[in-house]
Structures are given as structure tokens and as C-alpha cells.
């Protein structure tokens, strides 16, 4: 059973030309997807429509076995599977890193001790620790960007989604996420304009273009 399946998806944005023209894939547990295209061909788009936050015109998405069509349906689906955002300043909303990333165990019912037990475990593991109490809206780019990972691992998902993950990362710090993201078990969707990367990490490639997924696995 895939754990997600985008079956012929069509898809525009209200009062725009059609982004996706009947685009399908299949995420198989354990697999790691990247998906490359030209910019503005709907990588971002099909992300949000695997986790629900845009609805398909025409096809179906499935997830960890049904299909999804209500918003009531992806709840459980953004539960398990965690996307991480291409502007961080989308996905972190509260005042402080640490209150960031105890947000979703807390929303998953953990308790607040229990919480900041798995912030402190997620910083530690992304060597963040030292920005626990900072002030989320004063970190830098790329500070953010390590941060919004943290808010999605602390949620324990089963496929991680990453928009653009290394994205305003310097040299060490994208290599140091490389290396965090290549030893984590999830299956993933990668979307990343970056070649070196997209080898690193998910060498089966489909690429986005004419609103069609190909596969071009080198
Ligand atoms: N909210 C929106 N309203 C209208 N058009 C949108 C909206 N969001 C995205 N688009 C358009 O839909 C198309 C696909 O956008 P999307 O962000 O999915 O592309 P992408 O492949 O992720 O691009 P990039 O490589 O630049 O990140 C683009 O032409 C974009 O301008």
C-alpha cells in the first residue's frame, strides 16, 4: 500500500491557467522522492494538495490507505505526514522557538512537560539548543528554516515533505541537514532545484513540467 497517491490530478488557482494537468505519483514506504522543475511549474502546489491545504479540480488523493476529499479527512493525514514549508514565516507562528516546537506534540495531546521533554530531544538532535528561548521572529533565514524542521520532526511523522530544505542555508549547516535528514527512517517527498541534493538524498526523480510528473531517475 503507498503511503501517498496523487492520481491524476488537475488543479489551477481561481482566475489562473490550469498548474497541474493530470500529474500522478505513488510514495511507496521506506521511498525517497525528489521532484524537480522549472520555477512556477507547481512543486509548492502538489505539496499542499498531498496534505490537503488546496483541493484537486479533477483526481484523487490518497493517503495511508483511503482517500481524502473533506477537510476532516486530512486532519489525520497532516498528523502523519509533515510538510516542511518554503517560507518558514508560513509554519512559525509563536513567540518562541521552544513554544514553536512544543506547539504540535501539545496539539497531539501530549502534556506540557512531555512536550518540552521532545523540545528539548529535537533541538539537541539539530544541534538548535542554543536558540530554545529566542524569539522566532528574530532568527535569521536560515536559523528559521533549521527551526521549522524541528517543529515538523517534534510531531513524529511517517513521511516528511521539504519544500526547498536547504534553502538560505550556509554551506555547513545544509550539509549538517543533509546528513540529519539522510539518517532519519521516513519516507520523503523532496522538492529541491539543487542536483547535488536531490542525489544525496532522493535519487528517484520525477520532474514537473507542462502540469505532468515524469520520471527521470538518472
Ligand atoms: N495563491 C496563489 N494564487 C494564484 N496563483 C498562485 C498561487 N500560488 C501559486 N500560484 C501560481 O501557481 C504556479 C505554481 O506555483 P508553485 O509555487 O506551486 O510553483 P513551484 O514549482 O513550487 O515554484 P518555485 O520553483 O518557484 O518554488 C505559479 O505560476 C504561481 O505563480
Request: aromatic fraction near 4%; proline fraction near 6%.
Amino acid at each position: 500500500m503507498p503511503l501517498l497517491e496523487l492520481d491524476d490530478i488537475h488543479f489551477g488557482y481561481p482566475g489562473h491557467a490550469p498548474v497541474l494537468r493530470g500529474a500522478s505519483l505513488r510514495l511507496e514506504p521506506g521511498q525517497r522522492l525528489s521532484i524537480t522543475g522549472a520555477n512556477g511549474s507547481g512543486k509548492s502546489t502538489l505539496l499542499h494538495l498531498m496534505v490537503g491545504l488546496l483541493r484537486p479540480v479533477s483526481g484523487r488523493v490518497l493517503a495511508f490507505g483511503q482517500e481524502r476529499r473533506q477537510e476532516a479527512d486530512f486532519h489525520e493525514v497532516r498528523r502523519r505526514a509533515g510538510l516542511v514549508f518554503q517560507d518558514p514565516d508560513d509554519q512559525l507562528f509563536c513567540p518562541t522557538v521552544a513554544e514553536d516546537v512544543a506547539f504540535g506534540p501539545m496539539n497531539l495531546g501530549k502534556n506540557r512537560a512531555e512536550a518540552l521533554a521532545i523540545v528539548d530531544a529535537v533541538l539537541d538532535r539539530l544541534g538548535l539548543s542554543h536558540l530554545r528561548e529566542r524569539v522566532t521572529y528574530k532568527l535569521s533565514g536560515g536559523e528559521k528554516r533549521l527551526v521549522t524542521l524541528a517543529t515538523v520532526l517534534a510531531m513524529e511523522p511517517e513521511v516528511l515533505l521539504l519544500d526547498e530544505p536547504t534553502n538560505a542555508l550556509d554551506e555547513a549547516n545544509a550539509a549538517r541537514l543533509i546528513a540529519i535528514l539522510q539518517a532519519l527512517p521516513q519516507a520523503m517527498v523532496l522538492v529541491s532545484h539543487d542536483a547535488a541534493l536531490r542525489a544525496q538524498l532522493a535519487p528517484r526523480a520525477l520532474r514537473l513540467s507542462g502540469g505532468c510528473l515524469r520520471d527521470e531517475t538518472p
